[in-house]
């Protein structure tokens, strides 16, 4: 938990938050039955890799919110695309599961979007979706993948660049 207590967490309007006011939020909003989405991106540029980490909450009667944060590392420690897409899905698993044992949220509540493609569509990622899948439902999460992904490839894409 403190890991994530550490990190400057944004909101979609561009307001630096705690992240106990984050988790505030998230109770209310999954009490009114919304659902949480959980995406990572990651963008490489220069000597750097910039990581954004997406908590989106929809649905129930407030509508759409989300809080992000980023953290960039040397290019070198995440080189191929496989290791790079890797940290991705476990950046996202990391704060499912702080929310699940810290937090007492459930599976059910979260729904974590991956930047990859299905394993049919042969591009970069789509070789990598089935292992991908497979970590995330090891944590007895669900997940989905692109082109319905839209916490990673839309709001998490936006904020990695």
Request: charged residues 20%.
């Given at each position: 938990?403190?890991?994530?207590?550490?990190?400057?967490?944004?909101?979609?309007?561009?307001?630096?938050?705690?992240?106990?006011?984050?988790?505030?939020?998230?109770?209310?909003?999954?009490?009114?039955?919304?659902?949480?989405?959980?995406?990572?991106?990651?963008?490489?540029?220069?000597?750097?890799t910039c990581f954004?980490?997406?908590?989106?909450?929809?649905?129930?009667?407030?509508?759409?919110?989300?809080?992000?944060?980023?953290?960039?590392?040397?290019?070198?420690?995440?080189?191929?695309?496989?290791?790079?897409?890797?940290?991705?899905?476990?950046?996202?698993?990391e704060l499912a599961?702080?929310?699940?044992?810290?937090?007492?949220?459930?599976?059910?509540?979260?729904?974590?979007?991956?930047?990859?493609?299905?394993?049919?569509?042969?591009?970069?990622?789509?070789?990598?979706?089935?292992?991908?899948?497979?970590?995330?439902?090891?944590?007895?999460?669900?997940?989905?993948?692109?082109?319905?992904?839209?916490?990673?490839?839309?709001?998490?894409?936006?904020?990695?660049?």
């Amino acid at each position: 938990m403190e890991v994530l207590n550490c990190k400057d967490w944004i909101t979609g309007s561009g307001n630096h938050v705690v992240f106990s006011d984050v988790i505030s939020l998230v109770q209310e909003y999954v009490n009114c039955g919304s659902k949480i989405f959980i995406g990572s991106d990651s963008f490489v540029s220069g000597k750097e890799t910039c990581f954004a980490t997406t908590l989106c909450l929809h649905g129930g009667r407030y509508g759409g919110r989300y809080f992000f944060y980023k953290e960039s590392l040397p290019k070198n420690m995440h080189k191929l695309l496989v290791t790079r897409i890797t940290e991705e899905t476990r950046r996202s698993i990391e704060l499912a599961e702080i929310l699940m044992t810290s937090h007492n949220f459930r599976c059910e509540d979260m729904e974590l979007h991956l930047d990859v493609s299905p394993f049919n569509a042969n591009n970069g990622t789509s070789r990598l979706s089935d292992m991908m899948k497979g970590y995330v439902q090891g944590y007895g999460l669900s997940c989905r993948l692109k082109p319905n992904a839209w916490a990673s490839q839309s709001v998490a894409d936006k904020h990695s660049k």
